[in-house]
């Protein structure tokens, strides 16, 4: 199974974007789920993550007080919304459980942060 996000875009610096994954619901419902995002010659980094009861979130330095991770349980989603974007949040985001699993890694959703 492979999680596929969606909501990427070309937005300006300063512009917002929400992504989105779904997924299964025997893995969405025992899981933390995490954002991850692998910028170009970069390595793949986890950005957030959120606990699979949805009471606790971690957020890479970066990215905290732009970005918000949630989760609906009866949609069996993730989102991540993300304000303030800056042309270094520049990346292929991809979702994935939290800690991460090779085989959830599904394409990923292009976030480019361009004026």
């Known amino acids: 199974v492979q999680l596929q996000a969606s909501g990427g875009g070309l937005v300006q610096p300063g512009g917002s974007l929400r992504l989105s994954c779904t997924a299964p619901?025997?893995?969405?419902?025992?899981?933390?789920m995490g954002w991850y995002r692998q910028a170009p010659g970069k390595q793949r980094e986890l950005v957030a993550s959120i606990w699979k009861d949805g009471k606790n979130t971690y957020y890479a330095g970066d990215v905290r007080y732009r970005f918000t991770i949630s989760r609906d349980s009866a949609k069996n989603s993730v989102s991540l919304q993300m304000n303030s974007l800056k042309p270094e949040d520049t990346a292929v985001y991809y979702c994935?459980?939290?800690?991460?699993?090779?085989?959830?890694w599904g394409q990923g959703t292009l976030v480019t942060v361009s004026s």
């Open positions: 619901a025997h893995i969405f419902q025992v899981n933390n």
């Open positions: 994935n459980v939290q800690p991460l699993l090779e085989p959830y």
